[in-house]
Nanobody, 122 residues
């Protein structure tokens, strides 16, 4: 079983940067595609970024050009580098391991971390 723990969230001013990490402590995730999602208060969980086992990446339009997803299989860790942050990026950010189906849909993932809070002040 994959066990995911996110870290790196915090409070940052608009225009600033953060790097989130998602580390696995269970069975290896090197064969899994990995995704980042976020959920703001009162809103549904939304897709942010995805990386395949072969490091092909995809991004939501709202973060394209500002966020970068990467992975280090040797460290069992996936990263989300976030630059030029905006107040609308404020949310709890979750990483997840992809099972099957559309990578932009939360229902396609079978393992989730507990989330890390990102707050961007204006």
């Amino acid at each position: 079983q994959v066990r995911l723990v996110e870290s790196g969230g915090g409070l940052v001013q608009a225009g600033g940067s953060l790097r989130l990490s998602c580390t696995n402590s269970g069975r290896t995730f090197r064969d899994y595609g990995m995704g980042w999602f976020r959920q703001a208060p009162g809103k549904e969980r939304e897709f942010v970024a995805f990386i395949t086992w072969s490091t092909t990446t995809s991004y939501a339009d709202s973060v394209k050009g500002r966020f970068t997803i990467s992975r280090d299989n040797g460290k069992e860790t996936v990263y989300l580098e976030m630059n030029s942050l905006k107040p609308e990026d404020t949310a709890v950010y979750y990483c997840a391991a992809h099972a099957s189906g559309d990578y932009f849909s939360p229902s396609a993932y079978n393992y989730w971390g507990q989330g890390t809070q990102v707050t961007v002040s204006s």
